[in-house]
C-alpha cells in the first residue's frame, strides 16, 4: 500500500502563506491523483484541491479557490499546497489523500480516496 507523509503544517497569521508538502512511498501501483482534505474542529471534512499525475488537472474547493495552488513533483512523489492569504476559516487539520485506482475527484465531487496520510496541524490566527 502506499503511504504518504504530510510536512510543513504550523501557525502563521490571517493574511500569510504556508506550503504543505506530502510524499508518497511504497505500494505496487502508482497514484492516479493526490491530493488535500481538511477537517476544522466540529466541522465537516471538506475538499481542499487535488492534481492528476499524468496530465496535472486540477481540482479546487469553492473556499480556497484564487488562494491556494496545488502543484506536483512526479520525480520526487511529492505533491505540495502553496496557501496564500489564509483566513482564520482556513484553521484546520489538513490531510493528504492518493486515489488509485483511476478514480478522482472533478467539479464538485469528492470520491473517497484509496488512501490518507496522518495529517498535519495549520491554524491561522
Known amino acids: 500500500q502506499v503511504q504518504l507523509v504530510e510536512s510543513g503544517g504550523g501557525s502563521v497569521q490571517a493574511g500569510g502563506s504556508l506550503r504543505l508538502s506530502c510524499a508518497a512511498s511504497g505500494g505496487t501501483y502508482s497514484t492516479t491523483c493526490m491530493g488535500w482534505f481538511r477537517q476544522g474542529q466540529g466541522k465537516e471534512r471538506e475538499g481542499v484541491a487535488a492534481?492528476?499525475?499524468?496530465?496535472?488537472?486540477?481540482v479546487y474547493g469553492d473556499s480556497v479557490k484564487g488562494r491556494f495552488t496545488i502543484s506536483r513533483d512526479n520525480g520526487k512523489n511529492t505533491v505540495y499546497l502553496q496557501m496564500n492569504d489564509m483566513r482564520p476559516e482556513d484553521t484546520a487539520r489538513y490531510y493528504c489523500a492518493a486515489w488509485l485506482k483511476g478514480v478522482g475527484p472533478y467539479g464538485d465531487v469528492w470520491y473517497e480516496p484509496d488512501q490518507w496520510g496522518q495529517g498535519t496541524q495549520v491554524t491561522v490566527s
Open positions: 492534481i492528476y499525475t499524468r496530465g496535472g488537472g486540477t
